[in-house]
């Protein structure tokens, strides 16, 4: 499906009543629904997952070092990368504290993040104990599979 037919569906959805539309060509679906008045187009595999509360941005402006150079994995730092497409939530809810900041020790099966993926909540948790080096994306930015977005060094 190209561009220009996506382009189509978003805008009769914009242009009617229907707040969503999912269309299948061979192993590409995309998926438009929205709420108000935005339209949003989704295009990414169906992922079964655990469930949990929405969480909401809450306004941390410490959460991450973002950098726009690629991060280079070594043998002491180890990357932690995005399983899926998604967005990015620090914490479980506006309210609460982030789940790891830089500094802190993790433990494997810790949580470290929640991406959210088609209205999913997707726990990411440490595959090993280490400390949190970097956190390399912001609360509630969108990200992409295989981004970078945590540096742990193992313990």
Same mark, same amino acid.
């Given at each position: 499906?190209?561009?220009?037919?996506?382009?189509? +569906?978003?805008?009769?959805?914009?242009?009617? $009543?229907?707040?969503?539309?999912?269309?299948?060509? &061979? /192993?590409? *679906?995309?998926?438009?629904?929205?709420? &108000?008045? =935005?339209? #949003?187009?989704? *295009?990414?595999?169906?992922?079964?997952?655990?469930?949990?509360?929405?969480?909401?941005?809450?306004? #941390?402006?410490?959460?991450?070092?973002?950098?726009?150079? @690629?991060?280079? %994995?070594?043998? /002491?730092?180890? +990357?932690?990368?995005?399983?899926?497409? &998604? *967005? !990015?939530?620090?914490?479980?809810? @506006? $309210? $609460?504290? @982030? !789940? =790891?900041?830089?500094?802190?020790?993790?433990?494997?099966?810790? =949580?470290?993040?929640?991406? /959210?993926?088609?209205?999913?909540?997707?726990?990411? /948790?440490? %595959?090993?104990? &280490?400390?949190? %080096?970097?956190?390399?994306?912001?609360?509630? $930015? @969108?990200?992409?599979?295989?981004?970078?977005?945590? =540096?742990?060094?193992?313990?």
């Amino acid at each position: 499906m190209d561009i220009s037919e996506i382009r189509k +569906l978003i805008r009769l959805v914009q242009q009617s $009543d229907i707040t969503e539309i999912e269309v299948t060509e &061979g /192993e590409s *679906t995309v998926r438009i629904s929205r709420q &108000g008045m =935005v339209a #949003t187009t989704i *295009t990414q595999p169906v992922v079964n997952a655990p469930v949990a509360a929405a969480p909401q941005a809450p306004a #941390t402006e410490t959460t991450a070092e973002a950098s726009s150079t @690629p991060v280079e %994995e070594t043998n /002491e730092q180890h +990357l932690v990368k995005s399983p899926m497409v &998604g *967005t !990015f939530y620090a914490a479980a809810s @506006p $309210d $609460d504290a @982030p !789940f =790891v900041s830089v500094g802190a020790p993790v433990k494997k099966g810790d =949580v470290l993040c929640i991406i /959210e993926a088609m209205k999913l909540m997707n726990e990411i /948790e440490a %595959e090993y104990n &280490g400390v949190v %080096e970097k956190i390399l994306v912001n609360n509630a $930015d @969108p990200v992409e599979y295989g981004q970078p977005l945590f =540096v742990i060094t193992p313990a």
